[in-house]
């Protein structure tokens, strides 16, 4: 698995992957049509040689010469799915089932798809299983389940699709998102010296480092194909679901003289999931996760300290990113179907 073509690697988790890969010694190209370009909060850690594409637009020959694929490129929310559900469907569903369909023709031979905890749906705090049944409330969490049930049917002896389902993610990015959970607590933390917590605390949440997630995309790269082939599996550890209440304390103990407050709203977000990561740990027992919450979340605080971040960054459109896409829309730079019109 030695030259792998790495989706979305301008977005919050790949421009922390791509360079992860590449420093571990794989010939690494990128692809992604952009749109968060301009949201940057880090310096790049490094150039990744890149396709400049719509995923829309691939052809079977971009997909040539691969090894590997690592498809992260996604509209990458629920509010997102939401806006505009056709543009979640194309997007996350049909243009990544025609990627895997030519790089299954191209002869590539492990493709990794970023999934999601989050098709489970309201789990009502039960510890979810890849055997749980999948029940999606959102276009997004829509849009993950048909990708992967696309996957599965093109699986064969040579060319190997794994679903990879995330739980949330935070942690340091050049390309910074602050509608994440912990990103924003830290944020919101730092910036204004209090934590608001708008549900009552209760949902569970999966959450994971980037710098984690990049590592563990690795160990699916590196394992042998019999382990993984065709097969889905929640990705982290156990320790790591923690309900929003404790995630918000974490962030206010990070922060000196920050201070908590329950906020309760009609229509706050109350979607739960805490996954079961037993198969993970059977699969990869070697794999350690290096960063917790609380460790996590002093990351976030230094990092935000050294750039000196303000409450104006914090709120910024760039880090939000159906703010973004609305501003790309509203300035005429994105058309109606998400197409650059200028860049």
């Known amino acids: ?14 421009s922390v992957m791509a360079p992860h890969l590449a420093a571990a010694g794989f010939d690494v190209v990128g692809l992604d049509t952009g749109y968060f370009d301009e949201c940057s909060l880090t310096p790049d850690p490094g150039k990744i040689p890149a396709i400049k594409k719509d995923l829309r637009d691939l052809t079977p020959r971009d997909l040539e010469g691969f090894d590997a694929v ?77 990708a992967e049930k696309a996957l599965m049917a093109l699986a064969d002896t040579h ?10 993610v935070y942690g340091v990015s050049p390309r910074m998102r602050f509608d994440t959970v912990l990103n924003d607590l830290v944020g919101s933390a730092t910036t204004t010296g209090k934590v608001v917590v ?19 995309f690795q160990a699916f790269l590196e394992a042998p194909k019999e382990k993984i082939h065709n097969q889905a599996f929640n990705a982290g550890a156990n320790a790591l679901n923690h309900q929003i209440i404790e995630l918000a304390q974490i962030a206010v103990n990070t922060v000196p003289g920050c201070k908590l407050e329950m906020v309760p709203k009609p229509g706050a977000d109350q979607r739960t ?71």
Request: with cysteine; hydrophobic share 35%.
């Open 273 to 343: 999931y805490k996954a079961d990561f037993g198969k993970f740990a059977r699969t990869f027992p070697d794999f350690k996760f290096k960063w917790n919450a609380t460790s996590g979340a002093a990351e976030l605080y230094d990092a935000f300290k050294k750039v000196n971040l303000k409450h104006s960054d914090y709120t910024d459109k760039k880090f939000t990113r159906l703010k973004w896409l609305h501003y790309l829309l509203d300035s005429g730079r994105l058309d109606g179907s998400l197409r650059w019109k200028h860049q």
């Open 1 to 14: 698995m030695k030259r792998v073509l790495v989706t979305g690697h301008t977005g919050y988790l790949g």
């Open 198 to 216: 708008h549900s009552d605390g209760k949902p569970w949440r999966p959450v994971m480092h980037v710098q984690d997630v990049a590592r563990y």
């Open 159 to 168: 060319f190997s699709p794994i679903y990879i389902r995330n739980g949330t």
């Open 70 to 146: 690592v498809h992260l490129g996604a509209l990458s929310n629920d509010p997102i799915g939401n806006l505009n559900d056709g543009w979640t469907e194309e997007i996350n569903y049909q243009a990544s089932a025609k990627l895997a369909e030519y790089a299954r023709t191209a002869g590539v031979e492990r493709f990794l798809f970023s999934s999601s905890c989050i098709m489970y749906g309201a789990a009502d705090a039960l510890d979810v299983t890849e055997d749980s049944p999948l029940d999606p409330k959102t276009e997004y969490a829509r849009s993950k389940v048909k």
